[in-house]
């Protein structure tokens, strides 16, 4: 890309944003452009597809807070006509000393690190582009390979397969090289960012899932060995001691997601259920509850407090 390129391109502009866009702000238009724009959408489209091009590099650059503050620096620069692109071809930048700008390095070589090659640096790699893929809850925690169709070249779709290490995080990306638009020195990367589908019973915090147990009042007065699924299929025993409250939080160690050399734990939160309705021996039981328990306050403690 030649030096009078790189300064040139406002990205903002291509994105539709404010310069003083949040990442949240950029992230959002970029999905509903990259949405309207993808080439699996608009096959055939070769203006529709350089828009995508154009909107996936703008992307790269504005998503990444170093590469973002580099190229405002930069661009800011230039637009107050620190230095210019000499005439008649020429690769030299002039005017100016850089070095309080750029700590000493040369304007040249920080857009050659945003993308990838300098003005006068030989063929360059093609675009760096992204997509974006939703994957379940467990294939999250256990990992998967996901199997694409996406016509990165203008010549179709294409069947690209990546995979999905375990224990991702929803917005997390992945880089498969050698999938992006094509270019004179080879073509770039892909990045896929993955959407992880809400499980119905468990979540996560950190390498720790969590789930919620439902138990009986019985068992949260008495006690009780309880058995809770795991997301692995089997099934872990958790002990419940005589009396455990509502929102008591049970650890079942290394039943949690393993990344790398890290495992996390099962953490079970203890939900003791009331029924709706009581009847017969049920309701003779619970009567006979009441006033054998009439000596033991459990608001004592609390009114107390509530009055201090």
């Known amino acids: 890309m030649a030096a009078k390129d790189l300064y040139e391109k406002d990205f903002y502009k291509i994105l539709g944003v404010d310069k003083k866009a949040s990442a949240d702000e950029i992230k959002k238009k970029y999905r509903s452009l990259a949405r309207d724009l993808h080439p699996d959408k608009n096959q055939g489209d070769s203006a529709l597809e350089d828009k995508f091009k154009a909107v996936s590099e703008a992307y790269d650059i504005l998503s990444d807070s170093k590469k973002r503050a580099e190229y405002d620096e930069a661009r800011s620069y230039f637009e107050r006509g620190g230095f210019r692109a000499p005439q008649g071809g020429g690769q030299n930048f002039q005017g100016g000393d850089f070095s309080d700008i750029f700590g000493g390095g040369n304007p040249q070589d920080i857009f050659a690190n945003l993308f990838g090659g300098g003005g006068r640096r030989g063929p360059r790699k093609g675009s760096d582009l992204q997509t974006e893929a939703t994957i379940t809850f ?171």
């Open 138 to 308: 467990k294939e999250s925690i256990f990992g998967t390979t996901l199997d694409l169709k996406l016509n990165t070249d203008g010549n179709g779709p294409q069947s690209i397969s990546a995979r999905v290490p375990a224990g991702v995080n929803d917005g997390a990306k992945i880089r498969v090289k050698g999938k992006g638009a094509p270019g004179e020195a080879g073509p770039g990367d892909l990045f896929i960012e993955l959407h992880v589908k809400p499980h119905a019973t468990f979540s996560r915090k950190g390498e720790n899932l969590l789930l919620t147990l439902p138990v009986t009042f019985a068992e949260a007065a008495l006690g009780a060995d309880i058995k809770v699924p795991t997301l692995s299929g089997d099934d872990a025993t958790v002990r419940l001691a005589a009396g455990t409250p509502t929102g008591r939080v049970l650890r079942v160690k290394g039943r949690g997601i393993k990344k790398g050399a890290i495992v996390g734990d099962l953490l079970v939160t203890v939900e003791v259920q009331v029924p709706r309705r009581v009847e017969g021996k049920a309701e003779e039981a619970i009567k006979a509850f009441a006033p054998a328990t009439a000596d033991h306050d459990i608001r004592a403690e609390f009114v107390t407090k509530a009055k201090s």
